[in-house]
Antibody, heavy 119, light 104 residues
Framework: QVQLVQSGPEVKKPGASVKVSCKASGYTFSSYGVSWVRQAPGQGLEWIGWISASNGDTKYAHKLQGRVTMTTDTSTSTAYMELRRLRSDDTAVYYC????????????WGQGTLVTASS | DIQLTQSPSFLSASVGDRVTITCRASQDITSYLVWYQQKPGKAPKRLIYAASTLQSGVPSRFSGSGSGTEFTLTISSLQPEDFATYYCQQFNTLFGGGTKVEIK
C-alpha cells in the first residue's frame, strides 16, 4: 500500500535551517510528483511547492522562493524539503503529499512533521 | 495570480442537514478543482477531484459540481463523522481558506 512517512519533529532557532524528509513506499516513486503543504497552528493549508520525482523540476510558492529547496533521492524513494532562515511564523506542521499529474490533487499524504521556530 | 475564495468560513449544522460549500476562482480553472476533508490532528483526505469525481471509498452523500470559476461541495445528509474542516484547491497549488463544519 502507498505510504509516505515523514521525519520527526524539529525545534530550531530563528535564522536556522530545517530539512524534512518524506520516504515513499508502495508505488513507483519516479512516476509521481511530491508536493509540500504546511499548516500553522489553528490556520488553513498553505501550498509550499512541488517537485517532479522523475526529472527534479520544481515550482515554489512566491512567498517562499529563495528560502525553500526541494530535492529527491530516487535511490531511496525519499523527498526532502529544506527551509532556510527560519522565522517564528514558519512554525507549522509540514506535510508531504503525492501529486498526480492533471486535475487530481494529492491522493496520499504523510503524517506531518511539526517544525517549531523559537528562541 | 489566481485567487480562490471559499465560503462560508464557518457553518453550523445538524445531523441530517444538506450542506453546501462554495469555492470561487478569480479566473477560469476549468475542472482543476479538488476538495479535501481534514479532521483535527490529521492530514487532509481527498474527497473529490477534477471538480466532480468522487474519491474511491468516499460516501456517496458527498458530491462536487461546477467548472470554470464556481464550484460546490455538497453533503446531502450530514453525518456525525462529517464534522470537520473542508478545503478546496486549484491547479494542485493554492488552497481556499477552509470551511469548518460544526454541530448545531
Amino acid at each position: 500500500q502507498v505510504q509516505l512517512v515523514q521525519s520527526g519533529p524539529e525545534v530550531k532557532k530563528p535564522g536556522a535551517s530545517v530539512k524534512v524528509s518524506c520516504k515513499a513506499s508502495g508505488y513507483t516513486f519516479s512516476s509521481y510528483g511530491v508536493s509540500w503543504v504546511r499548516q500553522a497552528p489553528g490556520q488553513g493549508l498553505e501550498w509550499i511547492g512541488w517537485i517532479s520525482a522523475s526529472n527534479g523540476d520544481t515550482k515554489y510558492a512566491h512567498k517562499l522562493q529563495g528560502r525553500v529547496t526541494m530535492t529527491t533521492d530516487t535511490s531511496t524513494s525519499t523527498a526532502y524539503m529544506e527551509l532556510r532562515r527560519l522565522r517564528s511564523d514558519d512554525t507549522a506542521v509540514y506535510y508531504c503529499a503525492r501529486l498526480v499529474a492533471g486535475p487530481f490533487g494529492f491522493d496520499y499524504w504523510g503524517q506531518g512533521t511539526l517544525v517549531t521556530a523559537s528562541s | 495570480d489566481i485567487q480562490l475564495t471559499q465560503s462560508p468560513s464557518f457553518l453550523s449544522a445538524s445531523v441530517g442537514d444538506r450542506v453546501t460549500i462554495t469555492c470561487r476562482a478569480s479566473q477560469d480553472i476549468t475542472s482543476y478543482l479538488v476538495w479535501y476533508q481534514q479532521k483535527p490532528g490529521k492530514a487532509p483526505k481527498r474527497l473529490i477531484y477534477a471538480a466532480s469525481t468522487l474519491q474511491s471509498g468516499v460516501p456517496s452523500r458527498f458530491s462536487g459540481s461546477g467548472s470554470g470559476t464556481e464550484f460546490t461541495l455538497t453533503i446531502s445528509s450530514l453525518q456525525p463523522e462529517d464534522f470537520a474542516t473542508y478545503y478546496c484547491q486549484q491547479f494542485n497549488t493554492l488552497f481556499g481558506g477552509g470551511t469548518k463544519v460544526e454541530i448545531k
